[in-house]
């Protein structure tokens, strides 16, 4: 597949306040996957980059650490409004350099807007414990500080709403973030940080540091950035997670994933059939909480088969600017060769092809990175197409006899991110949500994505580290605890020392 160049725009880095070209010289070229033309030209950062960024981290982390909750949350108030008000720009620079459509794109930043409202009430998710008089005269209490410098790797799959998981949490527990996006769709992040100034925050709280493995690798080594909050491949964030640990950071990195849908003969198998159409198929099946393995139980088979073959078969691909477009391009030409081997291996291997999406050529747009939707049928869990995170709109259907049989399956998976069970039976859910070894289950609920005020995470190789992100765990993450044990006394009674162990 070749590209076709056409104007393209330079991406800079946006530290301590500004745009910059920095001072690295490498660059590399951002897609648009409809078009297959090359769009913008990324600046990537050198450690001399790297190291003002951190500088001005520092600096920043210092002051906004200290500022009052008042002040912070005007701030994320402000913020929250100014993104509101540009969601079409996001959602433009969205699918434009990502591919998913714009109503996509649109939903994303809302996902990414309910944890800046979560933000916003700092104050109070903030508030410390309190113990009066724990001994006599003498009282204890918590309160937490924020850890400094943070920064925040993401995935290409959501530019807007990944760097919202972070960013409103770090920057409203008072911490500085540096926020180093995937190189495949970059400019979102540069619109977000133009808000995040507008919005008040002070320079050097929020900046983007554009690069690939060499910045990364240098964000978690460098000895003044004391935490990192990762998301994407599962491969990476195990790297990620033992890098940084390592040279002594905070680390939460998320990974990857193959979600499971049990389906019982008992659903309502036109509903199952809409949402697992919908999971796979939306975003063209690039989501960490995609439905990839649908899981037919028993006589729910043939029926449900049919069933999402008449879904699959009438998605409205096409770039996603177009009026009625329902599901985009694949991310890069690469991933696409990637999804066809997988299909094609499993097509060999024996499995049913239901509907095969892999020549599917969208008419105006022929150089762009397409992959139409698949249903494989009969797949076994040796082949490559049950084993590894495709990435990609192919929603693989395993037969099993039995609900323990489903669970049994889902738990025998390195991957435990998201799960779903469409059933209109309580106790086969009950059973299900207490067995499944999952960080994330959804009751006829396809893509159980936890709104902001819970937290999001996976298990197994999931997530490495141990708290979740955005919500409850997101505060706990971004700030570490002190306890203060106070005695002020009214008149001092020379007792003399006492040299035992203090206790009550
Ligand atoms: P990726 O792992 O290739 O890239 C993620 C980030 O890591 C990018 O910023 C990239 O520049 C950087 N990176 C890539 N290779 C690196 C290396 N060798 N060393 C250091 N840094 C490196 O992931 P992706 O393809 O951008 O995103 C898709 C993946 O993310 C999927 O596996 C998906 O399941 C996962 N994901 C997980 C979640 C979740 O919440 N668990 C959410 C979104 C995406």
Known sequence: MTATTTETTVINHFINGAETAGEGD?????????????????????????DTAVA???????????????????????????????????????????GKVLSDAKGEIGRGLEV?????????????????????????????????????????NFPVMVPLWMAPMAIATGNAFILKPSERDPSASLLLASLWKEAGLPDGVFQVLHGDKETVDGLLTHPDVDGISFVGS??????????????????????GAKNHAIILPDADLDNAADHLAAAAFGSAGERCMAISVAVAVGDAADALVAKVQERAEAVQVNNGTEPGAEMGPVITPASKERIVKIVTEAETAGAAMVVDGRDLVVPG????FWVGPTVIDHVKTEMTAYKEEIFGPVLVVVRVDTLEDGITLINANPYGNGTAIFTSSGAA??????SVTVGMIGINVPLPVPVAYHS????????????????????????????????????HHASGASYNFPSN
Do not use: M
Not at 26 to 50: F, H, I
Not at 76 to 90: I, S, W
Not at 126 to 155: C, H, M, N, W
Not at 365 to 368: A, C, F, I, P
């Open 429 to 434: 859910a009950r059973k299900f949500q207490r």
């Open 365 to 368: 747009h022929e150089n762009g």
């Open 26 to 50: 490498r660059t590399t070229n951002v897609y648009n996957p409809a078009t297959g033309a090359v769009t913008g030209e990324l600046r990537l950062a050198n450690r001399a980059d790297l």
């Open 56 to 98: 001005a981290a520092r600096k920043a982390a210092d002051t906004w650490g200290d500022i009052s909750l008042a002040k912070r949350t005007a701030v994320l108030f402000k913020f929250r409004e100014l993104v509101a008000a540009h969601v079409d720009e996001l959602a433009q620079l969205v699918t434009a350099e990502h």
């Open 456 to 491: 999001f995470g996976g298990w197994k190789a999931s997530l490495f580290g141990d708290k979740h992100i955005y919500g409850p765990e997101g505060v706990s993450f971004y700030t570490r605890g002190k306890v203060v044990t106070s005695r002020w006394p009214e008149t």
């Open 116 to 156: 800046v409202e979560y933000a916003c009430g700092i104050p109070t998710l903030l508030k410390g414990d309190y113990s009066d008089q724990v001994s006599t005269g003498i009282d204890v209490f918590s309160f937490r500080e924020p850890l400094g410098v943070v920064a925040g790797i993401t995935p290409f």
């Open 234 to 255: 599962t491969p990476i964030a195990q790297y990620v997670h033992e890098t940084a640990t390592k040279h002594g950071k905070r680390v939460q990195a998320l990974g």
